[in-house]
């Protein structure tokens, strides 16, 4: 069987910012079966799945910031169930103190079990500089 490999678009968000469809279909014509995205440029999640399926292009993950997640995660969450994701990734925090940092850790096991209520995975993808 054939490896599934999926390519982080952040890799080539220029690319997406000029030409975001045209982009995934050359991701495709590359070999990939899916991507991890980093936004969505402005495509809402029915369009895009229509496009991904069109392509025969999977949902690998999608890398969420903290903020939205706060704010949105419900909404997140119908999203990605829409594009067929099954991943949720957290992938920048960055905060000034040990307590900030506490505080943080004791959200995303909230957020992660949350995620997990609807069949969904929860990543946290450390980018951060120590403090």
Known sequence: MRPKI????????????????????????MGYSGVEFAGYYGMDAESLRRHL?????????????????LGHFDEVINREKTLGNSRIV??????????EWQHFFKTIQKLASKAAEADMEFIYHNHVRPI
Do not use: R
Request: proline share 4%; hydrophobic share 35%.
């Open 6 to 29: 999926a390519l982080q678009l952040w890799s080539i968000q220029k690319e997406c910012q000029n030409d975001f469809l045209g982009t995934l279909t050359k991701v495709k014509e």
């Open 90 to 99: 957290c992938p920048y925090a960055n905060f000034a103190t040990w307590s």
């Open 53 to 69: 399926d069109s392509l025969g292009l999977k949902a690998a993950e999608s890398h969420i910031p903290y903020e939205e997640l």
